[in-house]
């Protein structure tokens, strides 16, 4: 009798297992033929190698998720929707490295500048400016008086050890201590050339949830979690590391903790 329950566990268990590799390998396809722009159903099918009343179920499934956009035997996927269909895939085993390499660069920077828009910052996105002899550039600026949010959209492909994390948190930092030394400067035009104070706040953007959401006091955001850590950010910013504006020519303050 227990060699019986033990049998059905297990069969529970690998049709469990195999639904979840087939939505990985569904949503694997989907994000392949969607970057650039809608795909004919019958060529996802092909693609997916899966029987294909199982792909059609499973492309109506991820439609009722609001995934794709299935209409006229056309499927669409907006840079939401395929940023979502990734995190989806991880969480169904799909390589990480193989679901980076799906994405492109721009439909993170995308995502950073319309959640900003959304919540009532002025966005300017790749802020190029020479500053000490050298050229900066960071990737998404949101400002919504008194912070100018700076964010860096890491496309890795793994998970960091604690040294890269270090090393991309400090590089992030050093660009954002740069900007709001430059000021005032034409190349910012979301920054307004005036004597008020401004809190500058770099941010390490990620596709994943890694062990550790702070380091040094820098944020590091999922991109799925982007609107809440919005959310709570007026609320917080005295608690993460901060660039004022009227004392960035001082020597910046660091918490050498890295905080769980």
Known sequence: MREHCNFQHLNVYTMVMLRMNVEAQMLITVLELTRDGSIAQETINKHARIPMQVASKLLQMMHNDHLIYLYDNFVEASDIQRLEMAVRALRS?????????????????????????????LVQRNVRFKHGGRRWEIDV????????????????????????????????????????????N???????????????????????VDKSKFFEGVPIVPILQLQDF??????????????????????????KKLVD
């Not at 085993?93 to 679901?99: P, Q, S």
């Not at 919504?144 to 604690?162: A, Y």
């Not at 993460?240 to 918490?255: E, M, T, V």
């Open 93 to 121: 085993g799909a390589d990480l490295e193989r679901v980076s390499d799906l994405l492109q660069w721009k439909e993170f920077e995308g995502m950073a500048a319309f959640a900003l828009e959304n919540n009532g910052y």
């Open 141 to 184: 600026v949101g400002l919504r008086k008194p912070l100018v949010v700076c964010m860096d959209c890491k496309h890795w492909h793994h998970r960091l050890c604690e040294s890269t994390t270090k090393k991309i948190v400090n590089e992030q930092i050093a660009r954002v201590h740069a900007l709001a030394i430059s000021l005032p």
């Open 186 to 208: 034409p190349a910012i035009r979301i920054v307004p050339t005036t004597s008020d104070t401004y809190k500058f706040l770099p941010v390490v953007l990620s596709l994943i």
């Open 230 to 255: 919005l959310n709570h950010l007026p609320t917080c910013t005295d608690s993460l590391f901060c660039i004022n504006s009227n004392s960035a020519k001082a020597p910046a303050s660091r918490q």
